[in-house]
């Protein structure tokens, strides 16, 4: 059997992400890793903290904490969101982690050793007052182009003109707003991807099941233009990964860090290590190997669509220029924007939803259910709160909650907490296990290819098939003149729970693990209709659940929603 190797783009660590972020990359992966695991496949599930680069070191400074403290915390932080969402990472590293020093130095090594780094003498922007370089991006000013005050030196975000730092007048730190500048020569290593352009242009080419949305970014970048640029793999900071050249020290890079976009896919691999570690795995290359046993695994990644050139072009640069047989990503889910009310979610502007805030105001199944079944997977997607409110109380609360609700105290009322076992099924429950078993073959289809929205419309259809069971059959008007037929309906409805548990735990885990316990069974998964809606016979005992879904007032959503009109702080 196939092993599934899962990683989700791996989230930056200088603040808490947003409900964009969730469902750009590691809500899609959890909810493919549960559904790969109740079908009985091994899954490795992997994330990590992004913990390099100058805006850690900004947000560190901003805390008041040293870098490596302020990182510590913050993972922790992130850590404990994620729980709280559900997130079933089989181990959630950090790319700070020795192994990723250690590993990220091997690769430096290896492509040095192919001949694909090269040296280059470049100039940047040293600021006095800040007693560093600054990266492009750190450095504002006003734009040549549309006279723009707060330009920054890789763009103007008002004309989108692409800029140098160079370029703009009146340029100051970003950092501390000095402007005691100066343009010094340093020396950086880069990455001589333009060499490799041939084979990734063929490696991506044979992915003919890729998303549109992946391939047509990829060979963007490989082909427009001057086509494949060589890029940069180091920067003049103090936290990061020391530049060398495997276990060697590197002359002329003292001092330097690998650039963080380098060292952070690395720590997918590194993260399978640190599991070891953590005694999560026994053996990490089985996973990442393929001459150590990865030649069965199949590797998916989960992403936002900025970062697919970095996963389609960089990564795979760094692993086929080593020369060794690493495992290659098979497959590459990317996912547009969700935007928030009419404009963009922002991390940096501290505009939208964040996670631990959504987390504060409701269960994280009604988040899940909302973000999967508006997955952003072919164009940009909006979130508005009464678009929220309507589709959680129309789905989870009017269908879901409101079928087992019904069934369960119906049963309990007329027949006690057992299931019923008089009466025999007819030609309603045949028609519908029929019906059932084609969506369930249809919903399995969806999950297998990954397609998110189709499984969620599949997912909510069957839901309302056992709705409109029950309303047409009616148990409550039967037992007043066939109670054998309102015994065989009851226990026929009751048998959808466990089913509806295990089909709806990818999406919604803490509802179906309440479905089944209140039905006294496991969740797992429909083996097929038939079998699974005549598991429960008569004489079983259950319960009846608590309320599963509890609907959003409209004094609810107003109050959420001026909240959250503005900016956190």
């Known amino acids: 059997m196939t092993r599934t190797l899962i990683t989700s783009a791996i989230p930056y660590i200088n603040g808490i992400k947003h409900l964009g972020n969730l469902v750009g990359s590691q809500l899609p992966a959890d909810l493919y890793a549960r559904y790969l695991r109740a079908r009985g496949q091994e899954v490795l599930f992997l994330c990590a903290t992004d913990e390099h680069g100058t805006p850690a070191e900004l947000a560190a400074a901003k805390a008041g904490k040293p870098v490596a403290e302020f990182c510590a915390e913050m993972h922790a932080v992130q850590a404990e969101i994620a729980k709280g969402f559900r997130l079933s990472f089989d181990h959630f590293g950090r ?73 703009l007048i009146e340029p100051r730190s970003a950092v501390s707003g000095s402007t005691d500048l100066e343009v010094r020569e340093t020396k950086h290593l880069y990455l001589r991807q333009s060499q490799l352009r041939g084979q990734l242009n063929d490696w991506i080419s044979s992915k003919t099941d890729w998303p549109i949305l992946t ?12 086509g494949l640029q060589d890029r940069g793999i180091t920067r003049d900071l103090d936290w990061g990964v020391p530049v060398k050249r495997g276990d060697a020290d590197w002359p002329g890079m003292e001092g330097k860090v690998f650039y963080v976009w380098f060292d952070a896919p690395i720590e997918y691999i590194a993260c399978a290590a640190e599991a070891v570690e953590e005694g999560t795995i026994s053996d990490w290359e089985r996973w990442w190997r393929v001459d150590k046993g990865a030649d069965d695994v199949r590797y998916v990644q989960f992403m936002g669509k900025d970062n697919v050139p970095f996963h389609t072009l960089s990564f795979p640069a760094t692993i086929l220029g080593s020369g060794e047989p690493w495992k290659l990503v098979d497959y590459i889910k990317s996912f547009n924007y969700l935007n928030y009310d009419g404009g963009q979610f922002s991390t940096s502007q501290g505009r939208g939803v964040f996670m631990d805030q959504a987390l504060e105001i409701l269960p994280s199944d009604y988040w899940r259910w909302w973000l999967l079944s508006h997955a952003p997977e072919t164009s940009d997607s909006e979130f508005t709160w009464e678009t929220f409110q309507q589709d959680v109380n129309k789905d989870l609360a009017d269908v879901l909650g409101n079928f087992v609700s019904r069934i369960t105290k119906f049963c309990r009322s007329k027949f006690g907490e057992v299931v019923p076992d008089a009466g025999v099924y007819g030609e309603q429950e045949t028609a519908l296990i029929a019906d059932l078993q084609t969506r369930l073959t249809a919903y399995q289809a969806h999950m297998d290819a990954i397609d998110v929205r189709k ?64 039905m006294n069974v496991d969740v797992a998964w429909p083996t097929d209709a038939e079998t699974s809606l005549s598991a429960l016979s008569g004489g079983h005992a259950f319960t009846v659940p608590e309320v599963l879904f509890a609907k959003i007032a409209d004094e609810q959503r107003d109050e959420w929603a001026e909240r959250f009109s503005g900016v956190r702080s």
């Open 95 to 167: 790319s700070s982690s020795p192994q990723n020093h250690a590993l990220t130095q091997h690769f430096a090594g290896k492509l040095a050793d192919a001949g694909l780094i090269s040296e280059v003498e470049e100039k940047q922007v040293y600021s006095h007052a800040d007693g560093r370089f600054l990266p492009d991006r750190y450095i504002e000013g006003t734009c040549p182009n549309c006279g723009y005050d707060k330009a920054r030196g890789d763009q103007c975000e008002n004309c989108t003109k692409q800029l140098d730092p160079t370029d």
């Open 215 to 226: 391939t047509s970014i990829a060979k963007k970048w490989l082909n427009d233009g001057d």
């Open 455 to 518: 499984a969620a419309a599949e997912l909510r259809a069957i839901w309302v098939a056992g709705n409109e069971y029950l309303q047409s059959a009616a148990p409550w008007t039967a037992f007043k003149t066939d109670p054998d037929r309102a015994a065989a309906v009851t226990r026929f409805a009751l048998n959808l729970i466990p089913f509806y548990a295990g089909l709806s735990a990818p999406f919604i885990p803490d509802a179906a693990e309440a479905m089944a316990a209140g």
